[in-house]
């Protein structure tokens, strides 16, 4: 219970960094949201993962590397945003491709930092160890996802224009 309790913090606060991405706010404030989300991330996973003191002694290293990777990530995700908000009015079809084609490679590159990061981390732990650790790193990225995904509006789509045989009829 008091995990969830912690997620639900969590997801206010990531709900917060997320609508700050989308109306553009001050990168200073953006970066401090983002660094008390990450702070919260971490106690999460700790308080989840009921680290031994020699799990925790391997498992730390290898977590920060993951969130420096997550957050290189999380930069192309913000910049796609802010691409995605700013051609929003005027969507072409060449834009809608591409902003959909760089959100794909950013889903591939997370699965892979994902599936490589559960690789190392269950190098060094149990196997029901390493599974909790993806379980949870799993979750808290569907909370975020499904946050942002809530806040960003769907592409609009215009009307097809009528047809010049149906105007000459009316």
Request: hydrophobic share 40%; charged share 30%.
């Amino acid at each position: 219970r008091t995990l969830i309790r912690d997620m639900k913090k969590f997801l206010t606060i990531a709900v917060l960094a997320a609508t700050c991405t989308v109306v553009q706010a001050q990168e200073s404030w953006l970066n401090v949201l983002r660094s008390d989300v990450r702070t919260q991330v971490a106690a999460l996973m700790e308080v989840a993962m009921e680290f031994s003191d020699e799990e925790a002694e391997v498992f730390w290293p290898l977590y920060r590397e993951f969130e420096l990777e997550s957050s290189k990530l999380a930069d192309q995700r913000i910049a796609l945003i802010k691409d995605y908000a700013e051609n929003f009015d005027a969507m072409t079809d060449e834009k809608s491709d591409e902003i959909i084609k760089s959100a794909q490679k950013l889903t591939s590159k997370r699965h892979d930092l994902n599936k490589d990061t559960y690789k190392k981390v269950r190098k060094v732990l149990s196997g029901p160890r390493a599974a909790r650790f993806y379980q949870v790193q799993n979750q808290i990225q569907m909370l975020i996802d499904l946050q942002i995904a809530s806040e960003l509006p769907l592409v609009e789509v215009p009307e097809p224009a009528p047809d010049a045989e149906s105007e000459g009829m009316e």
